[in-house]
């Protein structure tokens, strides 16, 4: 092997070991997945972020507040092909994006993707990446929604973290006029890729069930994670945190994916749950499921043990704060809030 190879092996599983706290405590209990973990480089300023799209349409305009942003903190901004470009929804053919998603992730110089925004598409292009020179240089792929499929199909294969956040789309085009929770969230993606800690707070729900746990954080939008199930991108959730969101579904539909999650196991073993954003669809007059978004949920898990947060800060609203999927965290859910660390 040569020594530059070799020193670089050694960096990333010297850090692995220094995330899982390993490294510390010299503990026999490990988990395998968590000493494997691949965390990619944090950012400092001169780095360079590109931008594309590998799911939903956007124009050259739509991303320059993004653009912008980025270019205050400091980083250069390689703006991909697929941006501008158009095929009916998507952000250009399937081609398109996939070409332009492979010269991201095999660009050296590259130290993140910022993914444009969500939709629908990544699914039609997941298989034909190659991840070869991405899993030996492991860079940070940021977005959520649609791009779900990418934080799944990365840990499942090549248990790399990355950031769950928002995307260009939701960068304010006036700053001024901008809420401060929008910038509260925008200021998170900064903060992860950058290395700095980061714990985040959810206010106390009745349904909450107390607990500790500690386990990688995985996760996503709850529709393209359950429909993920079966294929090489599947997650296996035991031992870890699953958080989930979802929009503009019925809570018939949410019941079911819920069924499906539980059957297939992915409710069991977990060290916890958090339930974020879900814009529930109003039933049909004459149609109305009969039970609540948490009723749905609690009795899927009643014959689990680990704590559960409802009204998590993430999903398609305005309070969506960036996480670091794979990465070690630890949920606290007390009688009077709910507390998640990043290690």
Same mark, same amino acid.
Request: hydrophobic share 35%; glycine share 10%; aromatic share 8%.
């Given at each position: +092997? ?13 850090? =692995? ?10 503990? =026999? ?84 993707? +910022? ?34 499929? +990418? ?42 890729? +950058? ?149």
């Amino acid at each position: +092997m040569k020594r530059k190879k070799f020193i670089s092996s050694l960096l990333t599983t010297v850090t =692995a070991l220094h995330v899982s706290g390993i490294g510390n405590t010299g503990k =026999a209990e490990r988990d395998v997945e968590t000493v494997q973990l691949k965390v990619p480089g944090y950012l400092k300023k001169g780095d360079w972020i590109g931008i594309t799209s590998p799911a939903g349409y956007i124009s050259i305009e739509d991303i320059q507040s993004a653009v912008n942003k980025m270019t205050e903190w400091g980083l250069k901004v390689k703006v991909g092909e697929t941006i501008g470009k158009r095929n009916f929804t998507f952000g250009g053919t399937d081609e398109e994006r996939i070409s332009d998603m492979q010269k991201m992730l095999d660009d050296p110089n590259i130290k993140a993707i +910022m993914c444009a925004r969500g939709g629908y598409g990544s699914v039609r292009i997941i298989d034909q990446l190659d991840f070869t020179k991405f899993s030996l240089q492991p860079k940070w792929i940021i977005g959520f929604s649609d791009i779900t499929v +990418m934080h799944s199909h990365i840990h499942s294969n090549f248990n790399v973290a990355s950031i769950h956040s928002k995307m260009c789309n939701s960068f304010p085009a006036d700053w001024s006029l901008a809420e401060p929770i929008q910038l509260d969230t925008i200021e998170s993606i900064r903060q992860c890729l +950058m290395g700095e800690p980061v714990v985040y707070s959810a206010l106390y729900n009745s349904n909450n069930r107390i607990g500790s746990g500690r386990g990688q954080l995985v996760g996503g939008n709850l529709t393209t994670f359950e429909t993920l199930t079966g294929s090489r991108s599947s997650l296996d959730t035991k031992n870890k945190i699953l958080f989930i969101e979802d929009t503009g579904e019925y809570l018939y539909s949410i019941d079911r994916m819920f069924w499906n999650l539980k059957r297939t196991g992915k409710l069991s073993g977990l060290k916890g749950l958090i339930v974020g954003g879900f814009k529930i669809k109003k039933d049909d007059e004459g149609e109305e499921f009969g039970k609540t978004l948490q009723q749905i949920v609690l009795e899927k898990i009643k014959d689990q043990p680990y704590p559960v947060c409802f009204d998590f800060p993430v999903g398609h609203q305005k309070n969506n704060y960036a996480l670091k999927c794979g990465m070690l965290h630890t949920l606290n859910v007390t009688e009077s809030n709910s507390l998640l660390s990043s290690e």
